[in-house]
């Protein structure tokens, strides 16, 4: 039941999603999405790049388009030079354009600790919004970027993973979503969402609890940006793997055994992470395929949708 009775409202709050759904017209329905991160990396511009990126993630989650960015800015400013915020701004502000939006404004106060994102609106047809719980059995599920952004952030700023190692991976995370949604909108893409904080395990359940179905995850097909796993062999880990675990307790098995650490790679929490799409399982390796041609080397059919008594996740 829509919120307020608005039949308009196609997609609230109500089903987890990415972004609101507002129809406008009978062809034009209006995304609507709000994030915000602290700095993941001490450099500022990379912050801006990888925090707008993220925010922007959300309309393409849904399969839309973004049209125009608001800025979200909480700054020390009686502690931290202003110079660093222009290169923050400066870094969202590319990534906007890039995104072929609009910077329309913002909003900014002072606050303890920096952080930065955007609102986000955009547009999609009303007959052609992709949810996290479209899935179908008998579906793939293709994931486009690679996991463990969560532990490697925490690992570097606890001196464990050296700048130069996180720096290589900075322009994937980085990395718009555009190009893959665009690729798999010419599909039947029966389902859709972005791998954020919850996590593969946690956005999978999602997906799966949306859809009523079970999720055979394969875990050795999982894309791991490089010293991911070793990290957590090495006992970093992050302020949210034990929430994400909690939250999924009771809804995901695993068929086969796990390390220790590869079983919190789960749990893992992303920023800018890929997008997590459901598809006929006929049509998934040559989305792979075109997304690796495309330049989305990490893109990998990564799960299969099936019948089960109750819906969850399992790791084979």
């Known amino acids: 039941m829509p919120a307020f009775g608005d039949d308009n409202l196609l997609v609230g709050f109500e089903t987890s999603d990415d972004a609101a759904v507002y ?12 994030d915000y991160i602290t ?14 990126a993220n925010s922007l993630s959300d309309i393409y989650a849904m399969g839309g388009k973004p049209l125009t960015a608001l800025n979200l800015v909480m700054f020390p400013s009686k502690k931290l030079d202003l110079g660093l915020l222009k290169h923050i701004l400066r870094g969202g502000s590319e990534k906007i354009i890039e995104a072929r939006a609009s910077m329309a404004g913002g909003h900014s106060v002072d606050d303890n600790e920096p952080k930065y994102g955007l609102a986000v609106n955009g547009q999609v047809h009303p007959d052609r919004i992709l ?10 599920l293709v994931l486009t970027k690679p996991l463990g952004t969560g532990v490697l952030f925490n690992a570097n700023r606890s001196g464990k993973l050296p700048y130069a190692e996180l720096e290589a991976i900075l322009p994937q995370v980085a990395a718009l979503n555009d190009e893959a949604i665009e690729l798999a909108l010419t ?3 029966h389902a859709c969402t972005d791998i954020t904080g919850f996590g593969i395990m946690g956005h999978s359940l999602e997906m799966a609890r949306g859809s009523g179905i079970q999720i055979n995850l394969l875990f050795d097909a ?10 957590y062999r090495k006992g970093e880990t992050t302020g949210s793997n034990r929430a994400n675990r909690l939250l999924a307790e009771g809804f ?9 650490e590869a079983e919190e790679l789960l749990f893992d929490p992303q920023t800018s992470g890929g997008l997590l799409m459901a598809l ?15 330049g989305l080397a990490a893109a990998t059919k990564v799960a299969s949708v099936v019948a089960g008594d109750s819906p969850g996740v399992r790791v084979v």
């Open 131 to 140: 949810t996290n719980h479209g899935c179908q059995i008998g579906d793939a």
């Open 187 to 189: 599909y039947k893409i």
């Open 280 to 294: 006929p399982e006929s049509e998934a390796d040559e989305l792979v395929d075109e997304l690796r041609k495309a």
């Open 222 to 231: 999982l894309p791991l940006y490089p010293n991911a796993l070793e990290m």
């Open 39 to 52: 700095p993941p990396v001490d450099d500022p511009w990379w912050f801006g790049q990888i925090a707008a």
């Open 23 to 34: 129809r406008l017209t009978p062809d034009i329905a209006m995304v609507s999405t709000v």
């Open 252 to 260: 995901w098995e695993t068929s086969i055994k796990l390390k220790s």
